[in-house]
């Protein structure tokens, strides 16, 4: 193979079949992932190799390698497939724009309050959406959305991450959740001063939820010597551990309702104004081929969030009418 046949071009199968084999060294397995058969499969290979002039793989009896040359092209081969894959998708969504799949990455401290308007919206507006919804942590979904796992996510920001665009939505402002004989539930002007010394409980490592708590706890003094205790994996199972008497959390206002409203061992206490919050909102790839469809996605998002403790941002600020409700009416559905 040193001679390289500049007349023949690589086909898009054989750019497959051999990114398959470079992902799965094996020709059985790299076969069964793209629905090819092995013979054809292994065809496909060889073709690639003498329409480069170079060999792209070691074949042994017992394994497929990769030779240099091969782990270099490996690299071309997927990001050319990646380009073709993002070509048919602008054609698709140019030709009939809310159709087809959307991978919707979503944070599980936002999931199960704003899912059913999503949800709701996808249904009644756009019908012949594809809505596929993965629930996973920010790191893990910020992954996703660079390596084109996913589409679009639903998350706490800001991200602060090059490459990503953020479709802002709403504020929410954060609630005390105590057991109902704490001396600050009920309360509708807590300082924020009073995090400084309470036994706080907060979600593991890797919420965006823990991260975005202990920094209000730092703006309001709390020292690093003052007692936290993490030991839960969801906004359920603290509310509980709240519920039996140790300690005291934060919540964001959406999810209070849902977490709180059945349980009378629990209190809610609301900030005195400016209140501490977290902004959510939709994030997608910077120049996506789908971003006007995106784009409009979050407009009607917005409009849909009617029904929220929420202040719905537009164009980058507060409509007149995205208040938030009075803290007592708030505290009364959350009681």
């Not at 953020?166 to 009920?186: A, I, K, Q, R, S």
């Not at 994996?233 to 959390?249: I, K, M």
């Amino acid at each position: 193979m040193n001679v390289t046949n500049r007349g023949k071009q690589p086909s898009l199968a054989q750019l497959r079949a051999f990114a398959a084999v470079s992902e799965h060294l094996h020709f059985r397995d790299a076969a069964a992932a793209i629905g090819m058969s092995q013979p054809a499969l292994s065809g496909a290979v060889s073709a690639l190799e003498e329409a480069l002039g170079v060999q792209l793989l070691e074949r042994t009896t017992r394994k497929v390698l990769l030779s240099p040359a091969g782990e270099r092209l490996a690299v071309r081969a997927r990001a050319v497939l990646d380009a073709v894959g993002e070509l048919l998708e602008e054609a698709e969504a140019v030709r009939a724009p809310f159709t087809g799949v959307l991978r919707l990455g979503v944070i599980p401290t936002v999931a199960p309050y704003l899912l059913p308007s999503v949800l709701r919206l996808v249904h009644g507006r756009y019908p012949d959406l594809d809505l596929q919804v993965h629930e996973e942590q920010t790191s893990s979904l910020l992954e996703g959305l660079t390596a084109g796992r996913l589409d679009l996510l639903l998350l706490a920001v800001p991200l602060g991450v090059p490459g990503v665009t953020e479709l802002p939505l709403f504020d929410e402002d954060f609630v005390l959740v105590t057991y109902d004989d704490h001396w600050l539930g009920g309360r509708q002007d807590l300082p924020r001063e009073a995090l400084r010394e309470l036994p706080l409980l907060l979600l593991d490592e890797g919420h965006c939820l823990r991260d975005q708590a202990l920094d209000i706890c730092r703006e309001a003094g709390r020292t690093e010597g003052a007692p936290v205790t993490t030991t839960a994996a969801g906004l359920s199972t603290l509310v509980q551990l709240v519920a039996g008497g140790l300690g005291v959390t934060l919540l964001p206002r959406t999810a209070v309702q849902v977490e709180t409203g059945r349980n009378p061992a629990l209190a809610t206490g609301y900030f005195a104004d400016p209140a501490p919050a977290r902004r959510v909102a939709l994030a997608m790839r910077t120049g996506a081929a789908r971003q006007g469809e995106f784009e409009q996605f979050a407009g009607a998002l917005r409009e849909a969030l009617g029904d929220l403790p929420v202040r719905v941002l537009h164009d980058g600020g507060l409509t007149p009418s995205a208040v938030l409700p009075d803290a007592s009416a708030g505290a009364a559905a959350a009681g």
